[in-house]
C-alpha cells in the first residue's frame, strides 16, 4: 500500500492550496483517511480527518479555514486550505486506516510528506 501526496508549495499568507492524496495497492477497505502536519521543532500534530462515511474533524486552528474531502471511489483524500497563515507553514502528511483484507484489522499508512509553506 502507497500514499501519494501532491498539491504543496509556497503561498502568501491569505492564500490557498489544495494537497490531495492517492491511495494505491492491496486495499479491501479504507476507514479514516486524514492529514497531519509537523513543524520544525514540534510534534506531528492532526489536522483533519474524515470516516469512509464522510463525517469530518479539524483542528481548532484550522477549523473554518481548512475542508477535508474524499472519493471513496477513486480511494483519494483532499484537503482544501484557505486563509493561510504563515503559522500553517509545516510538512503535511497523509494518513489512512487500510485494511488489506477482509481479515485484517487495518493499519496505519502514511504518505512521505508535502512540504506547504507560508510567506510573503
Known amino acids: 500500500v502507497q500514499l501519494v501526496e501532491s498539491g504543496g508549495g509556497l503561498v502568501q499568507p491569505g492564500g490557498s492550496l489544495r494537497l490531495s492524496c492517492v491511495a494505491s495497492g492491496r486495499i479491501f477497505v479504507i476507514n479514516t483517511m486524514g492529514w497531519y502536519r509537523q513543524a520544525p521543532g514540534k510534534l506531528r500534530e492532526l489536522v483533519a480527518a474524515?470516516?469512509?462515511?464522510?463525517?469530518?474533524n479539524y483542528a481548532d486552528s484550522v477549523e473554518g479555514r481548512f475542508t477535508i474531502s474524499r472519493d471513496n471511489a477513486k480511494n483519494t483524500v483532499h484537503l482544501q486550505m484557505n486563509s493561510l497563515k504563515p503559522e500553517d507553514t509545516a510538512v503535511y502528511y497523509c494518513?489512512?486506516?487500510?485494511?488489506?483484507?477482509?481479515?485484517?484489522?487495518?493499519?496505519?499508512?502514511w504518505g512521505q510528506g508535502t512540504q506547504v509553506t507560508v510567506s510573503s
Open positions: 474524515i470516516t469512509s462515511g464522510g463525517s469530518t
Open positions: 494518513n489512512a486506516l487500510i485494511r488489506t483484507s477482509w481479515s485484517s484489522m487495518g493499519s496505519d499508512y
